[in-house]
């Protein structure tokens, strides 16, 4: 078996500064205490593939590689600003698909009552619950694989879900989405790279009805920005908002639909008739 905890030599070969960082810094709760040397072992322990910085602006964590999670990260970042606008998370529980390393799990918690995080990596799941316990936040994390009906059954009823940049990576999409109906009672932020009808290359049926899609390769377990499996499927834009409305979650706006480099990308929420606010005139 793989040693999932020993830093990969892409990691050793990136050479960021430890400190000195003046942009994004995060009130960081025990890490404020460490020392430079107790820091400098944390980030060494654990594959860490992105980076907090502390408020003397110290760095938490690792980048990627050059060019990919290389900067401090935003926390918390605007997705999850507008999340609290639009759905007022102080009383709400909240699901996050895909915590990652527990940068977005750290926003979450300082807005909402309570934090469900799950991951389909237990090497994720871990640095989650080390980030998120030493500043401070204690969410409940766990390892769920999406595409596991067994895992997927296991998961709590909350009131809201944050689902950001997993959708895509998934070789079932459609009926994962069917599947948030039974999990989200008021709705869910939505963030996903999607297909263009230009780009649509195959079609699959789910429950009698036909969708298509663009085929995107995926590497695999291994990599740990890609999907767990040898493939995923983007769905048409027109198509996830069908599913949406479909399932109950009617009410849907979108905050930013723009090209990025791996594709059109697009953010929205969607909730229940009557659970967002209106927007301000």
Known sequence: MKDLFKTPKSHQAISIPFNGFEENRVNSGFIEFLGDDDLGRLNEILPWNCFTVDSNGRRFGNAAWMGKRDKPQLVPDQRILEMNRVFDLANQ???????????HTIALAQFSAKVYAIDSRIENVVKTIVRTHL????PQVSVCDLEQDEDMGRL?????????????????????????ADIARNGLLLDTHYATSDMANASYTVNGREYRYFSYREKGREEVFSGMYDHSKWLLLDDIKRILSRIGFSDIRIFKDDQQRNGPRVTLYAARP???KLDEA
């Open 156 to 180: 709590s009823i909350v009131d809201l879900v944050h689902h950001v940049g997993v959708l895509y990576h998934l070789k079932d999409p459609v009926a994962h989405l069917v599947k948030l």
């Open 274 to 276: 009557s659970v967002m």
């Open 93 to 103: 529980s909240v699901l996050e698909v895909g915590c990652f390393e527990g940068i």
């Open 135 to 138: 500043l401070g936040f204690s």
